[in-house]
């Protein structure tokens, strides 16, 4: 036998001494123990603004042709989810038809509903 294996306080076999009390609560794995969950304050994801459902009619062509480039590019353009893919679009075609009708500026938000089926064409 080594000096080593006959030192008080140091195992023989290398398993470590028995522990006789649960564990603090700053052990990694003590936040799985009945009673010693932290409650933690959820965390909200921060938005600019509201979200609200939208229901258009497209073109069958139209939605085929864009979810097909939303699967092919979606990671490259880093669009988290199809609904991210049609915000963007639309943001994109608002602000173009700001910055050539409206010389930049935002035009004021409108929350009226807007009129349904198709737009007369003048005679």
Known sequence: MSAEATTPGRPALG???KRNAAPSTDAPLARMLPGHRPEAPKKEEPRDSETAN???SIPAAL???ARAAYKATS???GDNTWSHFVTKAIEAETARREAEHNQGEMYPSWGEKLPG???LKDS
């Open 117 to 119: 089926g198709r737009r």
């Open 63 to 65: 939605r085929n042709r």
């Open 15 to 17: 398993l470590p001494p």
């Open 75 to 77: 990671y490259a353009e």
């Open 54 to 56: 939208m229901t258009v």
